[in-house]
């Protein structure tokens, strides 16, 4: 007997057959005797609507009262399974955020759970009860409720298993696990049986969009055994466990890109101390993110060129505050490049292994591919490129590290 | 300056258009110095949508589960109202049953509101600050959210009038007021300026859906003021009002109809003590209201046929209860006949003018029109009729009682 928290995305509740599925999934996890707390997000294309409808509705965003509006569709969600539950013969009971208590701070659209008071939950399991609970919610310092922004319910439900001491938190999705790499790209992609919590959030905000990357890191911070499953199929997915859990690691765990960031270069900047601060103080001040930087040495030790990414999504405000700088910075000219795409290798076993960003530069080179920008940490590496060469450079690194599934 | 409850129904925030022009009413009583409270309901469609879901994933029906699902209706529109109110520059806080919070019992899916703790809102007015409440909801002894039935949120709305000691409660519909008959059959049918709770009563009850039942016995109750108007029209409504300030009543206010019940006739029962308790004891076992009642005289003192009225919808129900009686109380047949429509006349009047129903009887007869079936009280007489007689006999009457307009 154990205690479990299962959590089901949107897809996996995005019709009534669905729900009904995972309701013999949650009955199945009850009759072999453990005490279940199921996370729901809302049904797939719900929030959406929701969304459109309060941009509709005006063009000021109160972000209090677009929480009141988006939150209501895992309150249908739990709602309905909670229904499809008992059908079923299960005992069952839907808990908003609220209700719960799941405290978060006021940060509207964007809060942070705090604690989590679920004394009534665990009391219910002991009459066999399965607690339903709205995933994405919380109620704030001024009883007001509050969303986790997109994505929260993976947060919802590694809380939730953190405060009911669960001994695994299962992470239903429309993918059976997590792959070395995307399986759309590299059809020799393999699903891996572990990871390790670290690798997990690099390959997480690296673009990996299997988990919420604020899930994993509250997962690592609290030890919850995470297993990222299919909602489709009955298969074991992969489970995010310590790195003690893993006997030999990989030097490389796997391959991931993103096409999320766009590439900025300053022509000719005047190479003199301040300007770095200039560029980048003012770009904060417009709270835009910068990721990776690179600058060249001067020949001449006049001008140089810089170059960083922004996000894709901010590459119009950053151009706005840039232009304004142009002067003040001195540089020829400063030249957007959207099309680009950042691919990243990730492994635990790079900290022991030597030369493995050497042999992931000599891999692309071997394809004719320009690495415009280099990142590192003590886990990955990333390398910028043009975002054509996207699905070669990820299936030749898949083979450099040889990841290729027999 | 007044205070006020402004309720606009499922029709008057359908799309988010309706939305915009529902807060530029609520603008214009903010912007006259009027502290407002609005109700609302969920979109028209939404409530519906809901239900069918709650129905689609399983045949439990757990009150508790569906007061969930379907209180979640309100919750989109209280944001986007305050969002809409908020972009015309008025300041508006959306507010959930358990929020306010509004009290109730725990008798989901048909709660009754118990108290309703306004504080914070009034608090609140002195800021300027509309109260965007939602209807239709609470919260139940049990930290868990009710619903109060089908047209509930006019109940909310006159609760929370009550509450705040408003002034008024304007009950904004896709009508324009009270008529003295279904306009859409007795073409010459007037609005009314005014009329009786009681009036108000008889007729919710009798078949005008313009207001539901349970809200009008409040505002009488509390001495509500309210006003039924349009959403869509800039006209003065109908005011509902005590009595006294009423002048002078006419002796019949309208002429209603409904076609909600439904006729049995139990043939040539035997004439002795205990059989009506027999009939009407059992229908009420099987929770079959039974509304009007007659019983003809024997002509030879053994038997007799005894006629009653039962809802519709409740018919099938009534003929399982009664054909398993069928022996016992000894009758030749039991003829349904759901072809029926009951139609009334209701006036504040009638209890100092005689004749009144002499006056219909005649109009009816005038016209061929066979009354099966009387009931009368101190302020209405309702008669049963064939249906195909429908709009002949609104007409008819209206006509009778001097109620066409010039």
Chains 1, 2 share one sequence.
Not at 381 to 402: G, I
């Amino acid at each position: 007997m154990a205690r479990l928290v299962m959590k089901f995305g949107g897809t996996s509740v995005g019709t009534v057959e669905r729900i009904k599925n995972v309701a013999q999934k949650v009955k199945r996890e009850v009759d072999a005797g453990n005490d279940v707390a199921v996370v729901v997000s809302a049904m797939s294309g719900d929030t959406n609507r929701l969304i459109d409808l309060v941009s509709d509705v005006s063009s000021i965003h109160d972000a209090r009262e677009y929480d009141v509006v988006v939150s209501s569709g895992e309150q249908v969600t739990i709602g309905l399974l909670s229904l499809a539950l008992q059908g079923l013969g299960v005992s069952a009971r839907s808990w908003l955020g609220w209700q719960v208590p799941v405290l978060t701070n006021s940060i509207h659209g964007a809060a942070r759970i705090e604690d989590i008071q679920c004394e009534e939950i665990i009391k219910r399991f002991a009459d066999n009860q399965v607690a339903v609970c709205a995933g994405f919610q919380g109620i704030g310092e001024d009883n007001r409720i509050t969303t986790l922004g997109r994505g929260g319910s993976d947060t919802s439900a590694v809380a939730l298993a953190a405060a009911l001491k669960a001994d695994r938190c299962d992470i239903y999705t429309d993918v059976d696990g997590i792959y070395t790499a995307d399986p759309r790209i590299a059809t020799k992609a393999a699903k891996l049986d572990k990871i390790t919590y670290e690798e997990m959030l690099e390959l997480a905000s690296l673009g990996a969009k299997v988990l919420q990357t604020r899930s994993v890191e509250m997962a690592m911070k609290h030890r919850v055994k995470l297993q990222v499953l299919s909602s489709f199929e009955d298969l074991p997915g992969t489970m995010v466990v310590d790195e003690d859990d893993i006997l030999e690691h990989q030097v490389v765990s796997g391959v991931t890109y993103t096409r999320d960031e766009a590439k900025v270069t300053l022509q000719q900047v005047a190479d003199k101390p301040g300007v770095a601060a200039l560029v980048f103080g003012a770009l904060a001040d417009a709270h835009v993110n910068v990721d990776m930087i690179v600058q060249n040495v001067s020949e001449d030790g006049k001008a140089t060129d810089m170059t960083f990414t922004v996000g894709r999504m901010d590459i119009d405000r950053a151009m706005d505050v840039l232009d304004k700088l142009k002067e003040d910075v001195n540089c020829k000219a400063i030249v957007p490049d959207p099309n680009v795409v950042k691919v990243s290798i990730v492994g635990m076993g790079m900290r022991s292994h030597a030369g493995v960003a050497q042999t992931m530069f000599a891999a692309l080179a071997e394809k004719g591919i320009n690495i415009q920008v280099i990142s590192t940490s003590e886990i990955k590496v990333s390398v910028l490129l043009a975002e054509e060469y996207t699905e070669l450079a990820v299936r030749t690194l898949h083979s450099a590290f040889e990841l290729d599934a027999p």
